[in-house]
């Protein structure tokens, strides 16, 4: 069974440099990713500011969606998930997960480190025709400690909660060091999908075969996610798709002036297909 599957991360529906509402262009945008199972951080709740000022707006593209973005981002064929992280007196945000699939129930798993960042996992146990597929949406915080931490919370509630079932993790997990990807793979039993997509060029080689030298003995090259981060031109690998029991066919990272006007992070949409 083939899944398309996309994370993004919509910075609340608003600009980056400005903060005036993108809310209409991204649902278009999500629609074009065509995807079964779509991640999403940093999404409006509610909002009563931008309600208040956009909810009448003549102009479309400024225009505020009385329902919560994660109603109003679903097509007709998909059903959605909620975890309320961050809560202020006019809304409040958090993650969301739009699935093709059944929803067979969603939790949301607080791992907030400290006062000045609320932060949540939220797992859904999605309804597939091959079985019960365990989706976890994730945004880690801005600090490492925090983040190691938060791994460690996700690695025991994944453990727990997965019972040896197909698994996908997706989200922003702001570690621009890297240093999280080798602990979840160790753990979790998990490959990132860009690990085995690595761009392969056989010309050192071809050079030393044409001096009539053996060329010496390949070394594994460095698995990194891929860059995403700021949208407009990225280079911080900062947003991940995790899985297990799944093979991917490809992935690709969703960048240029269209994706740096919606969000500050360009999206990654991938194609897997149950092992």
């Given at each position: 069974?083939?899944i398309?599957?996309?994370?993004?991360?919509?910075h609340?529906?608003v600009s980056?440099l400005r903060?005036?509402?993108r809310?209409i262009?991204l649902?278009?945008?999500?629609?074009e990713?065509n995807?079964?199972i779509?991640f999403?951080?940093e999404v409006?709740?509610?909002?009563?500011r931008?309600?208040a000022?956009?909810?009448?707006?003549d102009?479309?593209?400024?225009?505020?969606?009385?329902?919560a973005?994660?109603?109003?981002f679903?097509n007709?064929?998909?059903?959605s998930a909620?975890g309320m992280?961050?809560?202020y007196?006019?809304?409040?945000?958090?993650?969301?997960?739009?699935?093709a699939?059944?929803i067979e129930?969603?939790h949301?798993h607080?791992v907030?480190d400290?006062?000045?960042?609320?932060?949540?996992?939220l797992h859904c146990?999605l309804?597939?025709q091959?079985?019960?597929?365990h989706?976890?949406?994730?945004h880690?915080g801005?600090?490492?400690g925090?983040r190691?931490?938060?791994a460690?919370?996700?690695?025991e509630?994944?453990?727990?909660?997965?019972h040896?079932?197909p698994?996908?993790?997706?989200g922003?997990?702001?570690d621009?060091r890297n240093t999280l990807?080798?602990?979840?793979?160790?753990?979790?039993?998990v490959?990132e999908?860009?690990?085995e997509l690595?761009p392969?060029?056989p010309?050192?080689?071809?050079v030393?075969?044409?001096?009539g030298?053996q060329?010496?003995p390949?070394r594994q090259?460095?698995?990194?996610p891929?860059r995403?981060?700021?949208?407009?031109?990225p280079w911080f690998r900062?947003?991940?798709?995790?899985?297990?029991?799944?093979?991917?066919?490809n992935?690709q990272?969703?960048?240029?002036p269209?994706?740096a006007?919606l969000?500050d992070?360009?999206?990654?949409v991938?194609e897997?297909?149950?092992?």
């Open positions: 069974m083939k398309r599957v996309a994370t993004y991360n919509i609340k529906g980056s903060s005036t509402p809310v262009a649902k278009k945008a999500i629609a990713f995807a079964d779509v999403l951080q409006q709740g509610r909002h009563d931008f309600q000022r956009y909810g009448k707006e102009h479309a593209h400024r225009h505020w969606p009385e329902t973005q994660y109603d109003y679903k007709e064929k998909h059903h909620y992280n961050a809560v007196d006019h809304g409040h945000h958090g993650n969301a997960l739009l699935s699939f059944p129930n969603s949301n607080d907030s400290h006062a000045y960042e609320q932060r949540g996992i146990v309804n597939t091959a079985g019960k597929v989706c976890y949406v994730v880690l801005l600090f490492e925090s190691g931490r938060q460690d919370a996700l690695i509630h994944v453990n727990a909660s997965s040896g079932e698994v996908i993790i997706a922003d997990f702001n621009w990807s080798d602990r979840l793979r160790n753990a979790l039993g490959k999908v860009f690990d690595g392969h060029s010309l050192g080689d071809m030393r075969s044409w001096a030298r060329p010496p390949r090259p460095r698995l990194a891929a995403t981060f700021p949208a407009m031109l900062l947003d991940r798709i995790y899985v297990r029991g799944f093979k991917v066919d992935a990272v969703m960048h240029g269209l994706w006007r969000s992070h360009a999206p990654i991938a897997l297909q149950l092992a």
